[in-house]
């Protein structure tokens, strides 16, 4: 992946008037890390010790602003880190995300909370996009597998993240459920959602965990078309959120993380875009 100045051909696109570099970024997360919580002991390790966070109350009140969606699905709630699959990564991800995402475009994301909602939650519908982490996990019932597939059907987008290996089956299975004519494609760097903001020439992209499995990219269109929109965008053996988790710490090299961010603000331009 190279940077490059954005595409700017009109207000829609969102993004600012003026290229942003590496130094841009570079520097945003450097006052990110300042800012940003300082108490863990360590990427891992202080995150270990440190008490699980609340879910419930976490929720923005509704205004007509960009704000992070997190999907909180069935099954496991316990498991890794004392935390359940769907909130991996929370809540360092999306607001350092968010952070990068108002520095660079003209969105003015809600910075300091965001959403958890359940797939049936009515909520839902009042947001373009949402994330699910670890979806190697996900089950879901009758009720939210018809309301997931409502929101796709109505315009919403799904970036799903941090899952690999036998996780696809389970992946797979869900996303039959929810739109049984639905096929996962493998994307390529051609692909515009590559190309919404940042443009990115090469997903010869550097996964947070060391395996030899190569990071893929996947969607599905509506109707299965590819000349229509993409429902949604899947990070197969790969873990953007990890890096926009620790992004501050000094644990993974600016680069790799500036990488993850880059994937991040094009999904977002693509999903507000089309």
């Known amino acids: 992946m190279q940077w490059a100045c954005p595409k700017v051909t009109g207000a829609s696109r969102a993004t600012p008037g003026t290229c942003v570099g590496l130094l841009a970024i570079g520097c945003l997360l450097v006052t990110v890390a300042v800012e940003v919580l300082a108490q863990d002991e360590g990427p891992f390790f202080g995150r270990r010790r440190r008490p699980a966070p609340s879910y419930d109350n976490e929720r923005v009140v509704y205004d007509g602003r960009f704000a992070f969606v997190r999907l909180?699905?069935?099954?496991?709630?316990?498991?890794?880190?004392?935390?359940?699959?769907?909130?991996?990564?929370?809540?360092?991800?999306?607001?350092?995300?968010?952070?990068?995402?108002?520095?660079?475009?003209?969105?003015?994301?809600?910075?300091?909370?965001?959403?958890?909602?359940?797939?049936?939650?009515?909520?839902?519908?009042?947001?373009?996009?949402?994330?699910?982490?670890?979806?190697?996990?996900?089950?879901?019932?009758?009720?939210?597998?018809?309301?997931?597939?409502?929101?796709?059907?109505?315009?919403?987008?799904?970036?799903?993240?941090?899952?690999?290996?036998?996780?696809?089956?389970?992946?797979?299975?869900?996303?039959?459920?929810?739109?049984?004519?639905?096929?996962?494609v493998e994307l390529d760097a051609t692909h515009p959602i590559f190309h919404s903001f940042f443009e990115i020439d090469s997903l010869d992209?550097?996964?947070?965990?060391?395996?030899?499995?190569?990071?893929?990219?996947?969607?599905?269109?509506?109707?299965?078309?590819?000349?229509?929109?993409?429902?949604?965008?899947?990070?197969?053996?790969?873990?953007?959120?990890?890096?926009?988790?620790?992004?501050?710490?000094g644990y993974v090299p600016i680069d790799l993380s500036n990488e993850a961010y880059k994937l991040g603000v094009n999904y977002v331009m693509y999903a507000m875009t089309h």
Not at 126 to 141: K, L, Q, T
Not at 142 to 148: G, I, W
Not at 169 to 182: I, T
């Open 205 to 249: 992209f550097v996964q947070f965990y060391e395996r030899n499995d190569r990071p893929l990219f996947y969607g599905m269109y509506e109707d299965n078309d590819p000349q229509k929109r993409l429902l949604l965008v899947a990070n197969y053996n790969n873990d953007i959120g990890e890096y926009w988790e620790f992004s501050d710490t």
């Open 72 to 184: 909180r699905y069935g099954g496991s709630d316990g498991g890794f880190w004392r935390e359940p699959p769907w909130a991996h990564d929370y809540p360092r991800a999306e607001r350092h995300f968010m952070r990068i995402l108002e520095e660079l475009t003209f969105l003015r994301p809600h910075r300091e909370a965001s959403n958890i909602l359940t797939l049936d939650d009515p909520e839902l519908s009042n947001y373009p996009i949402a994330y699910m982490s670890e979806p190697g996990f996900w089950s879901m019932n009758e009720d939210e597998t018809t309301a997931l597939r409502n929101y796709l059907h109505k315009g919403g987008f799904l970036i799903f993240d941090d899952f690999r290996g036998a996780h696809w089956q389970n992946f797979e299975a869900r996303m039959r459920e929810v739109l049984p004519e639905g096929r996962l």
